[in-house]
């Protein structure tokens, strides 16, 4: 958006509060000489607080997808309000424009997805910093041999295999064919 800014892209509607810009260069996308809403400025400014939430948050996790749902709401929540200061949009009819029409769809997409992957997570008991992560795969059946694996409270690494060891996997009950390159 900061690029946006420069080139007066994505401009405002016209504005009387102290921090309107106007923009005086004839390249400029936006009106010239008018003074106008730094909606490119609002919508970096928010989407670096979510940003900020979304960090801060990120040890919180309780089930896998939490982050992504948040920044999908969070930023449909964002456009729309960014939306109502854009002077370049386009309209349909009764005054809402494609950009929030698209940020209520991720909205009543994200909202629900939320709380169905909050409900099955809390069935499963699944993820999450402060409960163990059910391991999917029965033992010796794992098939990432580097991943950290929980036991019994603590983590152990397993041990590295060679590329030849990978590609005949006796448990998994398949070979994996051989890549020849001439």
């Known amino acids: 958006r900061f690029a946006c800014f420069l ?13 309107a810009v106007t923009f005086t260069n004839p390249q400029a996308m936006a009106p010239l000489n008018v003074p106008l809403h730094p909606t490119q400025l609002y919508e970096m400014s928010l989407s670096l607080l979510l940003f900020g939430l979304l960090w801060w948050w990120r040890t919180r996790v309780r089930f896998d997808g939490q982050l992504v749902l948040f920044y999908a709401g969070g930023y449909g929540i964002i456009r729309f309000i960014v939306e109502n200061f854009r002077g370049d949009q386009l309209q349909y009819a009764g005054g809402i424009s494609a950009a929030q029409t698209l940020s209520l ?3 009543v997409a994200a909202g629900p997805l939320l709380s169905l992957r909050a409900r099955a997570a809390a069935h499963e008991g699944s993820g999450g910093p402060d409960r163990p992560r059910r391991d999917p795969y029965p033992p010796g059946q794992n098939p990432f041999p580097q991943r950290n694996i929980r036991k019994k409270g603590r983590e152990e690494q397993q041990p590295q295999r060679s590329r030849s060891e990978l590609d005949h996997e006796p448990e998994l009950g398949r070979e994996v064919p051989q890549l020849v390159v001439e």
Do not use: E, R
């Not at 080139?7 to 921090?19: E, S």
């Open 7 to 19: 080139n007066g892209d994505a401009y405002g509607i016209p504005a009387t509060v102290p921090w």
């Open 105 to 107: 769809l991720v909205l």
